[in-house]
């Protein structure tokens, strides 16, 4: 038995894998505030008194958590101190000095997790070749150390320059510090992020180090806990790549958790691309906190290294703290269910980005919201049952969603509670549309060539509206559409990522010494995957190379030839940067040499097999159709629109829209000129007809 685990900022969501029997198990319950442990332990106990199962029977447990994206946010970390070499204590400061918005004359810059009095400065240098300019003062660091005491500092970053190149410096301090202040919390940025530019380098550091004791206690609670419950089986936590690390890999590396639930749903919409075949995909992500889209193409969601935490505006590039950690290249797509509708100064309607969260949550729940919000305005116009919620074990009421319409929108705008929640409803839309239609673009792709899966607590409210928007021909909602992305963390596999940054042109490269370190790296993943119990035998190794053109600025990922690389490799390494550079930029540039700058090796151990198969208690001759009820569409205002069961929905069964589809934790609402069909695995095939 395997439970996937994922806390959203609303909701945390649950899905349990019985590999006996093939079934699936879904619990959804509210997020809880301050301590997520709560919540988590009332979803294990919920599955035990709902199916039977006791944690203690459980032999796997992966988990994905907002705990290090909110204490970045939130500026909620350690006391931290930050210790470079002498002369590049700004370096956090200064950043790249590009202002993200060059007409905003009241720019405000992300303020670095560090404050200038806490960044020190060591006597040390190492040139980029990682030869020994300076020596390293080790009679400073005593005086380094008396000042981290006197400041009751919980946690250090050390990033010192070049050290990419030369790890020993950066070592010989992290060996003192554990010396002489124990208890102290250090993170080396030749561990973090051993590659080039500085800045980035040195936010990852001084980031990492900044969550790592907020996180440190968590898991070792999450994980002390679950022990007491009578848990005996393997933690495994889902990071930000799509892959899943052991909890010691987690609490050493924090920083790789930052988008680890989103990369959930983007790891669930490969599993179920590849049993639909559906290679290239849109995966549609909505919840109740934000909404997030990713492309899969030819069956493989793309990684970026380029990554950015806590911005100062929302969806604005530039405006955070840069993380060059491997993460799913995601785009946040504007709001959730519980992001909060107003009237702004000028008397336009907005929508977020700003939540009720769970607590107090929408108007409908009644749990002291006021503010109307996208889940009320979806109730008010029939998308929701008031009574099914969660599958009636929460009600909601549609007197207080209309209300905090009335009194918030309808009335300050001058039109109906319907029109107002419509004009909710469509600007949420519109917006995930547009972000999904550019970030599609800027890959150099049509989004009109992807078909879409739509996902989590709203996505299915919403998706059609958005497939509608993109001209997508087909909208797919999986089984579980409303706790994907933890069943995402049950396919996803235990893997390693080393790093090591070695500049050099691609005909002048030394490939004896290539090949030394990446067999190193390779010998690293597979000690790593044998602690989790993978055998090298069941491992798959992927190497590859960050590339340019000499003189440029920025890389393009190229995977490397198998076997041991030699001159023989350089036509097939350049044929692929072509094939890469001329499918991202339209063009290539001849005669230019090239540049190899930073490698890459990810040892992954074997995909899990699942087969999904959904629990469910509905008898099977149980009729889907449940009867009709107002529903408001654009296009035709009210109308009587058929409700179905999802559990009653019989493989192959087919119909057309408009209609409801309703299940426990989630909603899917078809509009018209479509048509419907379930396949043999119960997953929701929608055609959209133009």
């Not at 920083?255 to 919409?269: R, T």
Request: charged share 25%; aromatic share 8%.
């Amino acid at each position: 038995m395997k439970l996937g685990i994922d806390i959203g900022g609303t909701f945390t969501d649950f899905v349990l894998f019985d590999d006996d029997s093939n079934q699936l198990y879904f619990a959804k319950t509210l997020t809880t505030y301050p301590d997520p442990t709560v919540g988590i332990f009332n979803g294990i106990k919920e599955l035990e008194d709902k199916f039977g199962f006791p944690v203690k029977n459980m032999n796997d447990i992966v988990h994905g958590t907002t705990l290090v994206t909110n204490a970045v946010i939130e500026r909620k970390g350690a006391k931290t101190a930050f210790i470079t070499t002498k002369g590049f204590e700004d370096v956090l400061e200064i950043g790249r000095e590009m202002r993200y918005d060059i007409y905003d004359i009241f720019l405000t810059m992300p303020k670095p997790l560090v404050p200038r009095n806490l960044r020190m400065g060591v006597a040390e240098r190492v040139d980029i070749n990682g030869n020994v300019v300076t020596p390293l003062n080790e009679s400073a660091l005593q005086y380094l150390a008396q000042t981290l005491k006197e400041n009751d500092i919980e946690a250090v970053g050390v990033c010192l320059l070049n050290s990419f190149a030369n790890t020993n410096h950066e070592k010989a301090v992290g060996d003192y510090l554990s010396k002489n202040i124990p208890d102290i919390y250090y993170s080396l940025s030749s561990e973090i992020m051993p590659e080039i530019r500085e800045y980035e380098r040195s936010s990852a550091t001084a980031m990492n180090a900044y969550v790592q004791p907020i996180t440190d206690k968590y898991l070792k609670d999450f994980e002390t806990q679950l022990r007491e419950a009578g848990f005996e089986g393997n933690i495994n936590i889902m990071i930000s790549s799509g892959k899943l690390t052991t909890i010691d890999g987690a609490r050493k590396s924090p920083i790789h958790l930052l988008e680890s639930g989103p990369a959930g749903g983007a790891m669930a919409g490969v599993f179920f691309g590849t049993h639909l075949n559906e290679e290239n995909l849109l995966c549609f992500d909505m919840g109740g906190t934000t909404a997030k889209a990713c492309v899969i193409y030819e069956g493989k969601p793309e990684i970026t290294n380029h990554f950015e935490a806590g911005r100062v505006k929302r969806f604005k590039k530039g405006s955070g703290l840069p993380v060059r950690i491997p993460v799913i290249d995601l785009i946040e797509i504007g709001a959730g269910g519980g992001s909060i509708a107003r009237v702004n100064n000028i008397g336009l309607l907005t929508v977020g980005p700003d939540s009720a969260s769970s607590t107090p949550g929408p108007a409908c729940y009644n749990l002291g919201g006021e503010d109307p919000t996208v889940t009320d305005a979806d109730l008010v116009l029939g998308y929701l049952n008031a009574e099914y919620f969660l599958g009636g074990e929460m009600s909601l009421s549609v007197e207080s969603a209309r209300k905090a319409i009335e009194n918030k929108l309808a009335k300050p705008l001058g039109i109906s509670i319907e029109e107002a929640a419509m004009g909710v409803h469509k600007i949420v839309n519109e917006n995930m549309a547009n972000a999904a239609r550019v970030h599609v673009l800027e890959k150099g792709m049509d989004p009109r060539h992807f078909n879409m899966v739509g996902f989590g607590g709203a996505g299915p409210v919403h998706a059609f509206g958005v497939a509608k928007l993109l001209n997508t021909k087909r909208l797919i909602i999986p089984v579980g559409a409303g706790v994907t992305s933890a069943l995402g963390f049950l396919v996803s596999p235990v893997a390693s990522e080393k790093i090591h940054s070695y500049i050099i042109e691609l005909n002048k490269a030394n490939w004896d010494e290539i090949n030394t370190f990446l067999s190193e790296m390779e010998e690293d993943g597979y000690d790593f995957l044998q602690q989790s119990g993978i055998d090298r035998k069941d491992a798959t190794v992927q190497r590859v190379v960050e590339m340019r053109y000499y003189g440029q600025g920025h890389e393009i990922t190229i995977e490397l030839p198998k076997g041991k690389l030699s001159d023989n490799s350089i036509a097939e390494i350049e044929k692929r940067f072509i094939k890469e550079y001329e499918f991202r930029y339209n063009r290539s540039i001849e005669g230019m040499s090239m540049e190899m700058v930073t490698w890459r090796v990810v040892v992954q151990g074997p995909i899990p097999k699942m087969k999904v198969k959904q629990f469910s208690t509905t008898e099977e001759d149980k009729e889907a159709y449940k009867g009709t009820r107002k529903v408001f569409f654009e296009e035709t205002g009210y109308l009587d629109c058929p409700v179905y069961d999802r559990y009653a929905l019989k493989p192959f069964e087919k119909f057309d829209g408009p209609a409801i589809i309703e299940e426990t934790e989630s909603t899917t609402v078809i509009g018209i000129n479509s048509s419907v069909q379930v396949d043999n695995d119960k997953n929701i095939i929608i055609d959209l007809h133009y």
